[in-house]
């Protein structure tokens, strides 16, 4: 049976309105944000907040701006120029700013008006135009410019965004014709898995059965076991991940234990032996992956002694005394982690958790 918050969970990217996100089926706003072209793609990635960040931001958008202006009608310039102002209108730049948000959209429709090109560079244009016409409020102007991207390049990236436009219309006569029509376009494979979970949503489909009766039986039935597979592949790498995160704490709860004992039996050792307590030199590891901040005496931050730190995996060689301590510290002093140093002890080292520490 189908489930649709079961898919959603592992496929977790849907359309929202004529705005394309990820594993929907649509490509325009999510190439440009998902990470297909570097750069421009911190618009929707940045996060600006506090007038500092705000103020780099706008600098930006009016720096794509300049550039769409001196090369009117190109795709790209303009492209790069709209994500910045939806990135600016959606995160709340404009408004922190006492900038009108809608006006500044309303620029980046004009700006992608103004493009040629051929019909797969106008049809991304009108996909683009369409997500911004929808943060305008418009919504019937949105299923135009969608239905026109798609009637010039199926292929250009609209397809998604007006199936779900239609679901929305509750058109679902035109949901279904759009849904056939990308079945016979695509084979096997994730761009169809893509395309058909966009039916499902748009038909808001309780079943496999009802939202692709549309499709044949054999679709159907590779369909469900795509879920299936994805929805066990996503529970083994969760098991996975627990397994080792269990792993790693019983580890690491051992070898604290075992160090324990060890500078238990080793401080017992030296206060009751009358041997003379000479210098004993210790090699300190740190198997840490970053710097660790160390202390070398009998209690940090209130007592004698003298800090210095580790950097990630190095290791040095100290001349203790016995019943002499070794401290690891956090940034404001205080100690984490600590062992006595006795006679037969010849190494300490630094675990990966970066807290705890073991003795030889």
């Not at 990470?35 to 705000?54: L, M, V, Y």
């Not at 039916?199 to 309780?206: D, G, I, K, M």
């Not at 299936?228 to 051992?254: C, K, N, P, Q």
């Not at 404001?332 to 970066?354: K, P, Y």
Request: aromatic share 8%; charged share 25%.
């Amino acid at each position: 049976m189908y489930s649709a918050a079961v898919f959603r969970q592992a496929l977790p990217f849907l359309i929202v309105g004529g705005l394309c996100l990820p594993a929907t089926g649509c490509s325009f706003f999510s190439a440009l944000f998902g990470g297909n072209k570097g750069e421009e793609n911190t618009a929707a990635n940045a996060g600006p907040a506090g007038p500092s960040a705000d103020e780099q931001f706008l600098e930006q958008v009016a720096e794509k701006r300049a550039a769409a202006e001196a090369a009117p009608g190109d795709l790209n310039a303009a492209t790069e120029y709209v994500t910045y102002v939806y990135a600016a209108a959606t995160q709340g730049v404009y408004e922190r700013n006492d900038l009108d948000p809608k006006s500044r959209v309303q620029e980046a429709v004009v700006v992608l008006q103004a493009v040629e090109g051929d019909d797969s560079t106008l049809a991304t244009a009108k996909a683009l135009e369409s997500s911004l016409v929808e943060y305008l409020g418009d919504s019937a102007r949105q299923g135009e410019l969608l239905a026109e991207s798609y009637a010039l390049d199926p292929a250009a990236g609209a397809w998604g965004g007006l199936v779900v436009w239609h679901g929305q219309q509750g058109a679902d006569d035109e949901v279904v014709r759009l849904c056939k029509e990308e079945r016979e376009r695509l084979d096997y494979g994730t761009a169809l898995l893509n395309a058909f979970d966009t039916c499902l949503v748009a038909r808001n489909a309780t079943s496999i059965e009802s939202g692709l009766d549309f499709a044949s039986k054999a679709d159907r039935a590779w369909y469900d076991a795509e879920v299936r597979r994805i929805e066990a592949e996503i529970a083994a790498a969760r098991a996975e991940e627990e397994r080792r995160m269990a792993e790693a704490r019983a580890r690491e709860e051992a070898e604290r234990a075992a160090a324990a004992e060890r500078a238990a039996a080793s401080s017992s050792s030296s206060s009751s032996s009358s041997a003379s307590s000479g210098p004993v030199s210790v090699t300190i590891r740190n198997r840490c992956r970053q710097t660790v901040k160390v202390f070398y005496g009998t209690k940090p931050k209130f007592g004698s002694g003298t800090y210095s730190s580790m950097s990630s995996n190095s290791s040095t060689s100290h001349s203790f005394r016995q019943g002499d301590m070794f401290w690891i510290v956090d940034d404001s002093q205080n100690g984490l982690s600590s062992v006595t140093v006795g006679a037969g002890m010849r190494e300490i080292e630094i675990l990966d958790s970066c807290t705890g520490m073991t003795t030889r």
